[in-house]
């Protein structure tokens, strides 16, 4: 069974520093890539998705992923965070032969402190 | 911008007795899905649902769970019997396409605690 974890249970930075979160998945065949971001109080919005092509993605605010097949990962990048990424970071893998299901990490608090 | 509404919020029940979670998925979309997070652990897949049946489920949506669309709006979530184990955060999302050429769009979530 596909699974993904994510390194990074709670990541702290300040403003304007770099960002990178890990994802990584374990399934050999062809798959589907997803970041959501869920804010405090509410649900769960789609950061970034890859399907096939460029393996570098940008989503919205700013993020950005980089598809690895070889390292099978997809991790979450944003050069410069702002105080209102505070969120926690989930990402989400649908193999090709798992019909439309999603797996998810275990997600990633990330706090910004202005 | 459309969204998925869930209902209600919160749930709170006994152990046994059964509940129905409600979700209004977005209007022209026609895949929908149940997921649930138990608290501290990951989001977890249910069920999906597809031209009024069920097209796939996991382990975990035994003999006591049931999904039906029973008009063209509301897509619920039934669970029989309730256990402890089953107090989590339940959300539906839903698309308007498969998910390998579509994303799913979630609603805030159910919370249901079973005391």
């Known amino acids: 069974a596909q699974s993904v974890s994510q390194h990074n249970h709670h990541v702290i930075l300040s403003e304007a520093a770099s960002l990178e979160l890990g994802c990584n998945y374990s399934y050999g065949g062809t798959v589907n890539l997803f970041w959501y971001v869920q804010y405090p109080g509410q649900h769960l919005q789609l950061l970034l998705k890859y399907f096939s092509g460029d393996p570098l993605v940008k989503g919205i605010k700013g993020f950005e992923a980089e598809f690895i097949k070889s390292k099978f990962s997809f991790n979450l990048r944003k050069p410069s965070v702002q105080w209102s990424d505070t969120a926690e970071y989930f990402c989400?893998?649908?193999?090709?032969?798992?019909?439309?299901?999603?797996?998810f990490g275990g997600g990633t608090r990330l706090m910004v402190k202005p | 911008e459309p969204e998925v509404t869930q209902t209600p919020s919160h749930q709170v029940t006994q152990m046994g007795q059964e509940v129905i979670l409600r979700c209004v998925p977005i209007?022209?979309?026609?895949?929908f899905y149940w997921y649930r997070q138990i608290l501290g652990q990951k989001v977890e897949f249910l069920v999906s649902?597809?031209?009024?049946?069920?097209?796939?489920k996991s382990e975990i949506f035994d003999d006591q769970f049931s999904v039906e669309r029973p008009d063209g709006s509301n897509f619920t979530l039934k669970i029989r019997s309730t256990k402890l184990e089953d107090s989590a955060m339940y959300f539906c999302?839903?698309?308007?396409?498969?998910?390998?050429?579509?994303?799913?769009?979630f609603g805030p979530g159910t919370r249901l605690t079973v005391t």
């Open positions: 989400a893998v649908n193999a090709n032969n798992a019909g439309n299901m999603l797996t």
């Open positions: 649902f597809y031209n009024n049946e069920i097209s796939e």
């Open positions: 209007s022209n979309h026609l895949y």
């Open positions: 999302a839903s698309s308007d396409q498969t998910v390998k050429a579509s994303e799913q769009y």
